[in-house]
């Protein structure tokens, strides 16, 4: 079957570091996308990674390891308009068709 | 910049009657997908597209039906809309080459009385 995990919610403190865990058993794998998701709005795309390795965007690094079915979103100097949901999809197969774990959401506090 | 839009932000119906919501994109993009979200399961998907008149099933697609007759319009049909498809309904595009990201509409609330 086809299975991805997240955290459902986390809190953090402004100005800190917080990283959103991800893993995931699929039948087929091409890359892994994060969303950012503010409440009543859309899914905004934050990063993709294919290779094991980190990927760094400013405040935002997002890690992958294949051989784990691992994933990890990484967000420093944390602000309040980071609290959002963060939502793991997975590329499981031709025409970018998506496989989305339940999101985690996320409370920046003063 | 891309753009995904969708008909309505808020829709009431009864139940037994057909639905239909309607997602229109400007960047020439050949997928396009309907997923809905309920708290707890996440973005599920429903359908999508690759190319106009084509159409795949996607994890959940009973009692809903698809239509893509132009290229920047997909529109998602529920044939007789019950209680338990009362949801937020995401509507989304993505470029047919490569793995990209897919672009989201702003979602409709659907509540099926």
């Known amino acids: 079957g086809q299975n991805i995990d997240q955290p459902t919610e986390m809190t953090a403190t402004e100005g800190a570091i917080v990283q959103i865990n991800c893993t995931y058993q699929t039948s087929g794998f091409n890359g892994l996308f994060w969303y950012q998701q503010h409440a009543g709005e859309a899914p905004t795309f934050l990063s993709y990674n294919v290779l094991d390795g980190l990927e760094e965007k400013g405040r935002f690094s997002s890690f992958l390891s294949r051989s784990k079915g691992y994933s990890y979103l990484l967000l420093k100097e944390l602000q309040m308009k980071d609290s959002a949901s963060y939502l793991c999809?997975?590329?499981?197969?031709?025409?970018?068709?998506?496989?989305f774990g339940a999101g985690t959401r996320l409370a920046v506090h003063p | 910049d891309v753009k995904v839009t969708q008909s309505s932000r808020y829709l009431v119906k009864r139940t037994g009657e057909k639905v239909f919501l309607e997602c229109v994109q400007d960047m020439d993009h050949e997928n396009m997908f309907w997923y809905r979200q309920d708290p707890g399961l996440g973005l599920r998907l429903i359908y999508f597209s690759y190319d106009v008149k084509m159409k795949e099933k996607g994890d959940i697609p009973e009692g809903y039906s698809v239509s893509r007759e132009k290229k920047e319009r997909f529109s998602l049909i529920l044939e007789s809309a019950s209680t338990n498809q009362t949801s937020m309904y995401l509507c989304?595009?993505?470029?047919?080459?490569?793995?990209?990201?897919?672009?989201f509409g702003d979602g409709t609330r659907l509540s099926i009385l």
């Open positions: 989304a595009s993505s470029p047919g080459t490569g793995y990209q990201p897919q672009h």
């Open positions: 999809a997975v590329v499981t197969g031709g025409y970018n068709k998506l496989i």
